[in-house]
């Protein structure tokens, strides 16, 4: 309806009847100045709208974003810097879905489809050191020659990436290998193989490894794994607490001594991961 539409228009007043002069201003109550400027108002919803803005490179500062993500890991006793500086180079927002990557540099996990999630960025943290602190990571400096059990979307492939000397990480569903080719790519890392299979049977063409990691839990810790642990080798893996409630992180080390070959278990902090499945999808 257009009620009144031939009445002279009192509100809003056009901007000339706006334009007080100054002496008038100068009388004017707080109240009306505040009002003879509306551009106030507009610089007030840039503001607003600026804080609203995602905290990233989603805009301009993603960078700015995963270091304050790392001083709050530091904070929290991740100590390893090589680490630090890994994860402060992977942008985590680059691997979930458009609609999370507000959500990315939080200490979160997070889904990314077919039931499946991207581990918190404390956890992936947690893993890594426990591998860098390995016989032959702590002798090398790097990861060596790595493998990954469950790719998922690709976010710790590229951290591990960054930290080893080459990476198998294998995959059993699809459209998740394909998502983490695709998500990779543009990062443009060497040494990167991404494999389409059941990650319990290892990659013995790539065996043996110096690090191996588990994104996904089981009952115990796949034979073939262990058979393709390097000397020196470490693996970290989520796995059924011996108590059967819950998950545990467990480590276990090749230590070849005068007897000969030995795996050195031991069992960390409780954790909760994806289960660990067999076959392909
Ligand atoms: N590291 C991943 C986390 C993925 S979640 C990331 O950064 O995104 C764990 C993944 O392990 C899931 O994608 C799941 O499909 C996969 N998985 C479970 N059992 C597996 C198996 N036997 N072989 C390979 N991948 C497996």
């Known amino acids: 309806m257009n009620q009144g539409r031939d009445k002279p228009r009192r509100f809003p007043l056009p901007l000339d009847k706006l334009q007080a002069s100054p002496a008038r201003d100068a009388r ?3 109240v009306s100045r505040e009002l003879l400027r509306p551009q106030l108002h507009l610089q007030q919803a840039a503001k607003d709208a600026a804080r609203q803005t995602p905290p990233s490179g989603l805009g301009l500062d993603s960078a700015g974003v995963r270091l304050r993500m790392v001083q709050r890991l530091r904070a929290e006793g991740l100590q390893d810097e090589r680490v630090l500086d890994a ?5 985590r927002h680059e691997f979930v879905d458009s609609a999370l990557a507000i959500q990315a540099y939080e200490d979160t996990s997070l889904p990314i489809g077919h039931e499946q999630t991207i581990s918190k960025p404390s956890v992936v943290g947690r893993m890594i050191a ?3 602190a ?3 990571a702590s002798q090398s400096g790097h990861l060596g020659r790595v493998l ?4 998922g979307c690709g976010y710790q492939a590229a951290v591990l990436a960054l930290l080893g000397r080459r990476l198998s990480s ?4 699809l459209p998740l290998h394909e998502k983490a080719r695709s998500n990779l790519a543009g990062l443009r890392l060497s040494g990167v193989r991404l494999v389409y ?3 319990r049977l290892g990659d013995p063409a790539m065996a043996p490894f110096d690090s191996i990691i588990a994104a996904a839990g089981g009952d115990d810790i796949p034979p073939a794994w262990l058979a393709q642990l390097a000397p020196g080798g470490r693996l970290v893996a989520p796995m059924q607490a011996p108590s059967g409630r ?3 992180l467990v480590v276990i080390d090749h230590v070849q001594g005068l007897q000969g070959s030995q795996f050195v278990r031991s069992l960390q902090e409780a954790v909760l991961f994806v289960p660990l499945k067999s076959g392909v999808m």
């Open 28 to 30: 004017a109550p707080a």
């Open 87 to 91: 994860l402060s180079r992977v942008p």
């Open 130 to 132: 426990l591998l860098m």
């Open 134 to 136: 390995g016989a032959s």
């Open 148 to 151: 990954e059990i469950g790719t």
């Open 170 to 173: 294998i995959e059993r569903l």
């Open 197 to 199: 299979g059941d990650g």
């Open 246 to 248: 819950g998950q545990v």
